[in-house]
């Protein structure tokens, strides 16, 4: 903690914040107090937070993901702890893979699946890809360190044909939320983050469907596609993966609240899904 600020400080502080309804105050507090260099700056940071209404990470401009300190800025996805599980099946997913695996993180928004990939792995060809500049933008701060390349565009269209069936790795935390439903989100996610990064649609599958349809193109022989869902929704996304003639199953981590389902093309040789 600075040593600019007394505990007179950092309590006042933490009062703001819990004023506004933040459950983790003193934790907050504390990573303001951390990133303020005077007292007039950490007023104008807290008041971003309490008054303001901003998520955490972007008036840090950081969000700590998979022990990576991962840079957003206002109106980009803040990525959820809940995904660092899709992260670690992706990883999982890589034995008997080759010792540089090819990965994509389609639906980047600020690229930390991909990059939490990458620093796992230790070796990686690393893609990324959204429809947000802004998002982008970010990803391409995030996964540079990784020698990652990242590109504005629909899902697959922006993407070097050189691509084409040889992904070993398709990650992707596309949006899932049923239109609908939008308006039932905290208002952090409501009023900050982009409605491109939540909307998925009717049921909230949309983009899922066309993330599973376009797979088999890319897919190298042995390669596997991960897409984050939700528990609710999962049957769907395994519909969505037979229907492109993915094998699937789905993986689940209670503690996270978290649900994953791996798909690998029908027919391929190699590892069981």
Do not use: K
């Not at 010792?99 to 990458?118: F, K, N």
Request: net charge negative.
């Amino acid at each position: 903690m600075s040593v600019f600020f007394s505990a007179q400080v950092v309590s006042a502080v933490v009062g703001r914040l819990r004023a506004a309804g933040c459950v983790f105050a003193e934790d907050e507090a504390e990573l303001l107090v951390s990133a303020a260099r005077t007292p007039d700056e950490l007023d104008a940071l807290v008041a971003r937070r309490a008054e303001g209404g901003l998520p955490l990470e972007h008036v840090l401009g950081w969000a700590e993901f998979c022990g990576l300190r991962i840079e957003v800025r206002e109106g980009v996805f803040v990525p959820r702890r809940r995904t660092e599980f899709l992260v670690a099946r992706a990883v999982e997913a890589v034995d008997g893979m080759p010792s540089s695996a090819v990965v994509v993180d389609l639906c980047c928004g600020a690229g930390a699946v991909g990059a939490a990939v990458a620093s796992a792995l230790g070796r990686a060809e690393l893609y990324a890809a959204d429809i947000d500049p802004v998002a982008v933008d970010c990803a391409r701060r995030n996964v540079g360190p990784f020698g990652g390349a990242v590109y504005v565009g629909d899902l697959y269209e922006p993407l070097p044909s050189s691509l084409r069936g040889r992904v070993d790795l398709l990650v992707v935390n596309a949006p899932y939320v049923p239109t609908t439903a939008l308006a039932l989100l905290p208002a952090e996610a409501r009023d900050h983050e982009p409605p491109v990064a939540l909307d998925g649609g009717a049921d909230g599958l949309d983009v899922q469907r066309r993330v599973a349809a376009g797979a088999p193109e890319w897919l190298a022989p042995d390669g596997r596609l991960l897409i984050e869902t939700s528990g609710r929704q999962a049957a769907g996304t395994v519909a969505a993966f037979t229907a492109a003639g993915l094998a699937s199953r789905v993986v689940v981590c209670e503690d996270l609240e978290a649900t994953v389902v791996v798909g690998t093309l029908l027919g391929r040789a190699g590892r069981a899904g």
